[in-house]
Structures are given as C-alpha cells and as structure tokens.
C-alpha cells in the first residue's frame, strides 16, 4: 500500500475517515495560503499509523484494548508490533 492520502483514507475505518478528511481539508486550505505543504504532510504522518492498526485484522480492538490497560496500569506491552511504512 502506498503511503498517500487517498490510501490512508481509505485504510480508515468509517467513523475515524471523517475526522481524517476534515484535518487534510484544512491543512489544503492552509497550504494554499501559505504555498507550504508542510501541514498536509504532518496530517499524513499523524494518519498513517492510525491507517495501519485499521487494516490490520481486529488492529483496533486490540489498540483500544491497550489503550484501556494502560490507563488502568495493567499494560504488559503493545499488541504487536508495526513495522514502518509496510503494510
């Protein structure tokens, strides 16, 4: 998969794919005031993990799950690992 902006919206589960489309939206709004890019790419670097727990086979159950031990202080470790940009 590449590491684009339409490949990570459509990596997204439903719910998160709003949220997602509303920050690139206003960081191509800010770029075309400022001719600078930078907020687009920091968008894309922030989803792109996001992107990847998706596609993963029950990735965010098992996110939301460490998420909930964490803050219990129960968290033994991650779920698993992801390995950079290949999905």
């Known amino acids: ?3 684009t902006p339409a490949t990570v919206r459509q990596a997204l589960d439903p719910d998160l794919r709003a949220e997602y ?3 690139w939206r206003a960081a191509l709004d800010q770029a ?3 001719f600078d890019l930078a907020a687009a790419f920091d968008v ?3 989803w ?3 992107a ?3 596609v993963q086979p ?3 159950q098992q996110v939301e799950r460490a998420e909930r031990e964490w803050l219990a202080g ?3 470790g991650i779920p698993y690992d992801l390995e950079g940009d290949d999905l």
């Open 74 to 76: 129960t968290l033994n």
């Open 58 to 60: 029950g990735g965010r």
């Open 52 to 54: 990847q727990v998706c």
């Open 21 to 23: 489309e509303a920050e």
């Open 48 to 50: 792109w993990p996001v």
């Open 44 to 46: 894309l670097e922030r």
């Open 1 to 3: 998969m590449d590491k």
């Open 32 to 34: 075309k005031e400022t």
